[in-house]
């Protein structure tokens, strides 16, 4: 079982910046990808950022060049810092790891943090 737990949400002007911290406990060895999205209410959850265990990153496209999404290994933590941000940011940001492939939904068993509400608005 895994656990993951977000933190670093909270509210933000427009041109803000914020860094979300996610880290996993419990038995993870299936764990390679780590990432993030992100739901507005009523609103599907949507992609926003996978990081794999050798480095490779994936980012939506919408999102590159704003958001980077780094992950420190030996204390199993991924990193979203997210830059200019716009009111259109705001949503709740969960923390995700599939077991297989890159995105949620590709057939292996996917974890899921509980979210951190991020809110940019003036």
């Known amino acids: 079982q895994v656990q993951l737990v977000e933190s670093g949400g909270g509210s933000v002007q427009p041109g803000g910046s914020l860094t979300l911290s996610c880290t996993a406990s419990?038995?993870?060895?299936?764990?390679?990808?780590m990432g993030w999205y992100r739901q507005v209410p009523g609103k599907e959850r949507d992609f926003v950022a996978t990081?794999?265990?050798?480095?490779?990153?994936y980012y939506a496209d919408s999102l590159k060049g704003r958001f980077t999404i780094s992950r420190d290994n030996a204390r199993n933590t991924v990193y979203l810092q997210m830059n200019s941000l716009k009111p259109e940011d705001t949503a709740v940001y969960y923390c995700?790891?599939?077991?297989?492939?890159?995105?949620?939904?590709?057939?292996?068993?996917?974890?899921w943090g509980k979210g951190t509400l991020v809110t940019v608005s003036s």
């Open positions: 995700v790891a599939p077991t297989l492939g890159v995105r949620i939904g590709q057939g292996g068993i996917d974890y």
């Open positions: 419990g038995t993870f060895f299936r764990i390679n990808t």
């Open positions: 990081i794999t265990g050798g480095g490779s990153t």
